[in-house]
């Protein structure tokens, strides 16, 4: 399987930084960088002209709703997102659980409206550092699977293990952190959906910079990464999918 390096903005950027971001990385990717899907999750009124500007690169949104339409005033639904040239989107982001009261089922309810629209859902899943000094990590994040891929089948969907405490901090889990706990997801992955789970791509997310990124990489469970900070620099992200192109994965 391909790796599969994210952008994920969140609210950050602005058109002019689009444009500056679309400058540098047209200069820096004179070459496709082969056996990596670069996608680019910026905030939703600037997917259109990141699509004009960096056609090279997939395109993601960060959140869907649950609906495919109606009257939920503020929501985009994952057939609009679509409808604009998006072939990803995010679902249950820590911040979403968190800052928004998403549940697991309906972070399960948005990855099949997403997969319905044709969409690949990236599901988050990810403990606390509470949780993790508990040592319930693995429980958590088992639950999370279980209950946030709910009727979704393999081929619709990658995972994105990304703990808490890991978001924005600087403190990036170790490898081997990192390593273990997809270990387990993959193994999770199998209980629910049979050999078909050992086929599914699971990004390590949690302060991916280049400096860390091969690393990570390097670990036979890492397919690939889901960057908050450093991909709003085409430099450090595109260092970033360099690293993940360069990881073996065919
Ligand atoms: P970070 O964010 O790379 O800034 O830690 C990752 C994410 O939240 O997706």
């Known amino acids: ?21 679309a400058n540098q990385w047209q200069a820096l990717s004179d070459q496709p960088l082969p056996n990596v899907d670069v996608v680019l999750c910026p905030p939703g009124v600037y997917a259109q002209r990141a699509q004009q500007l960096l056609p090279q690169l997939a395109l993601g949104a960060q959140d869907c709703a649950p609906e495919a339409e109606g009257a939920y005033t503020g929501d985009i639904s ?15 982001h820590s911040e979403r659980r968190q800052g928004h009261g998403e549940t697991d089922a309906l972070v399960a309810q948005k990855a099949r409206a997403a997969a319905n629209a044709g969409l690949t859902a990236v599901v988050c899943v990810g403990e606390s550092l509470e949780q993790r000094q508990g040592g319930s990590q693995e429980q958590v994040v088992s639950a999370q699977l279980q209950g946030s891929l709910q009727g979704l089948a393999a081929g619709e969907f990658v995972v994105a293990y990304e703990p808490i405490w890991a978001i924005g901090t600087g403190h990036t889990a170790t490898p081997e952190q990192a390593n273990s706990m997809h270990e387990h997801i993959r193994q999770t992955l199998v209980q629910l959906l049979g050999s078909r789970g050992s086929d599914i791509a699971l990004l ?8 860390n990124a091969g690393e990570l990489f390097a670990c036979p469970n890492i397919d690939g990464a889901l960057v908050g900070g450093a991909s709003l620099m085409a430099d450090s992200f595109y260092a970033i999918a360099k690293a993940a192109s360069e990881s073996g994965r065919t």
């Open 1 to 21: 399987m391909s790796a599969v390096v994210i952008a994920n903005w969140k609210m950050h950027g602005s058109g002019s930084a689009l444009s500056a971001f």
């Open 78 to 92: 994952a057939p609009m997102l679509a409808d604009l040239g998006c072939s990803w989107v995010i679902v249950g």
């Open 204 to 211: 390590y997310g949690g302060s991916v910079k280049p400096d």
